[in-house]
Structures are given as C-alpha cells and as structure tokens.
C-alpha cells in the first residue's frame, strides 16, 4: 500500500505561485508512475500533470502547459507541482495519484489516491 498525502495549497492572487508537495509513504515510489488531477466544484476530476516513474516522460494538460511543472524526488518519495502565473479557474481540490502505469494516470485512473489540498486563485 501506498498513502499520499498532499500539501501546499492556499490562497493566492492571480498570476501568483504555489508549490504542491505529495509525500508518499508505506511502500517506495520509485516503481510509480504519479499524476496530479484536480477537481473544481460541479465539475468532474481532470488529469492535470503526470510523471514517469524515471521522470523521463511527462504529461500536461493542455490548460496548464507552459505554468505548471511536475517533477519528483524519489530519493524522498515525494512529488511536486509548480504552479506558476495561477488563475481563477485553476481554482480546485488537487490530489495526487499513483500507478504502475503511466496511461492510466493520463485518463483520470490511479491506484492510490491523497486526500487533495485546496488551492483558490483569486481575481
């Protein structure tokens, strides 16, 4: 098993930063392909970033290539998400999600689900 716990959302003004750090724990990550998703309020989860258990390949959503960044420590089991140049509509619950398979991060699936962390970007 493989719990995910999410960090670093808040409150930030538009064209702000933030940095969302998903520490692993109970198995390592480095075997994992990980994805971020988010979820805004009435809309359904979207596959946001994801990462190759190497970080040699990764995926972004067409809304958030160009500001957001996905990389991994696996030396610290742990995953991020830069944000930069935020929106109001980046505004949603994060999570992070691992998986054997990278495809499967990249259409909304995953084995092992955090708990999200809000982020709300204001105009």
């Known amino acids: 098993q493989v719990q995910l716990v999410e960090s670093g959302g808040g409150l930030v003004q538009a064209g702000g930063s933030l940095r969302l750090t998903c520490a692993a724990s109970g198995r390592t990550i480095s075997s994992y392909a990980m994805g971020w998703f988010r979820q805004a309020p009435g809309k359904e989860r979207e596959s946001v970033a994801a990462?190759?258990?190497?970080?040699?390949?990764?995926y972004y959503a067409d809304s958030v290539k160009g500001r957001f960044t996905i990389s991994r420590d696996n030396a610290k089991n742990t995953v991020y998400l830069q944000m930069n140049s935020l929106k109001p509509e980046d505004t949603a619950v994060y999570y992070c999600?691992?998986?054997?398979?990278?495809?499967?991060?990249?259409?909304?699936?995953?084995?092992?689900w955090g708990q999200g962390t809000q982020v709300t970007v204001s105009s």
């Open positions: 990462i190759s258990w190497s970080g040699g390949t990764t």
């Open positions: 999600a691992a998986d054997s398979i990278l495809s499967r991060l990249r259409v909304g699936d995953g084995n092992y």
